[in-house]
Nanobody
């Protein structure tokens, strides 16, 4: 499965932004998808993950009250709605899929297919 992330941009603190992850391949709807981010000089950080079925999403504590992950399998898409963006949120945001279907994880080490990343900038 191949992924592409879209929707990054430059916003003000407190604004919202919606990211999209578009997958190719007929089996995309069978894969869990995770969102991660990486800021310069920092480790890759888990944000959210969603099962192939769209239920039981997982969130990092740092974003669980502000970010929402969802998916539309008919469109081969997974979304990350980000509200109340903060000055500490700027990073390159990535979506990723694990190697096997019907799985999803919080650790980036279990993900094998990565989108190209989209930059998010937040100014205060």
């Amino acid at each position: 499965v191949q992924l592409q992330a879209f929707g990054g941009g430059s916003v003000q603190a407190g604004d919202s932004l919606s990211l999209s992850c578009i997958g190719s391949g007929r089996w995309f709807s069978s894969y869990g998808v995770g969102w991660f981010r990486q800021a310069p000089g920092k480790d890759r950080e888990f944000l959210a993950a969603i099962k192939w079925s769209g239920d039981s999403p997982l969130y990092a504590d740092s974003v669980k009250d502000r970010f929402t992950i969802s998916r539309d399998n008919a469109k081969n898409a997974v979304f990350l709605q980000m509200n109340s963006l903060k000055p500490e949120d700027p990073a390159v945001y990535y979506c990723a899929a694990p190697e096997t279907t019907n799985t999803y994880y919080t650790s980036w080490r279990w993900y094998r297919s990565w989108g190209q990343g989209t930059q998010v900038t937040v100014s205060s």
